[in-house]
């Protein structure tokens, strides 16, 4: 069995500038490839899930959307952490595209993506780690057993989803995550 990482993307990989779908758009979160060697360094894969309602609601593609994975994915193996996959919920229970109307298990809170990893890898949730930026993030952790999760972010947090920690930056992550 693997322990993994699971990384949110908008906000945790990337800043969060609200649907991010071309690369001039996608300016990565200082300290997420120094976090990421770390992390790779204890012996965690690497696995992003991203709820991307921005198909559902037709600001651009899913091929759009795949389009700028593959990218993102080139950087990663370019700076010597490359990631296991990339999961994403296209779905939004309020789209304009009617494809992707749907309440779905794919889409955070629910844990369908982290539950999609499971079947396709023999992942140890109790031993793998989550780090957010929202609410959901935390919920669909909470809901499938990952021993650990981290909330990057100034939200308050609901008291019973018990984060790990709550930091400001990726960088306090480097002395948390070595404990």
């Known amino acids: 069995m693997i322990k993994v990482a699971f990384l949110d993307r908008d906000g945790v990989i990337n800043i969060d500038y609200g649907y991010v779908v071309m690369r001039e758009q996608f300016e990565f979160i200082d300290g997420v490839f120094t976090v990421c060697r770390l992390l790779r360094d204890l012996n965690y894969e690497l696995i992003v899930i991203t709820n991307q309602s921005g198909i559902a ?3 651009y593609s ?3 959307f795949l389009d700028l994975t593959a990218w993102m994915c080139q950087q990663f193996q370019s700076q010597g952490v490359p990631l296991l996959d990339v999961f994403y919920c296209p779905h939004h229970p309020e789209a304009t595209i ?5 309440n779905c ?5 629910s844990p369908g ?3 999609q990893a499971c079947e396709k890898y023999s992942i140890d949730l109790e031993n793998s780690i989550l780090i957010g930026d929202k609410i959901s993030d935390m919920q669909a952790a909470k809901a499938v057993g990952i021993g650990k999760f981290y909330f990057l972010g100034k ?8 984060v790990s920690a709550r930091v400001d930056n990726l960088l306090q992550l480097k002395y948390l995550i070595t404990k």
Request: glycine share 4%; net charge neutral.
């Open 57 to 59: 609601r037709g600001y």
């Open 62 to 64: 899913e091929q759009d």
């Open 98 to 102: 009617s494809n992707y109307r749907q």
């Open 105 to 109: 298990r794919c889409r955070k809170p």
């Open 113 to 115: 993506m982290i539950e």
């Open 155 to 162: 939200e308050d947090i609901e008291k019973q989803l018990a």
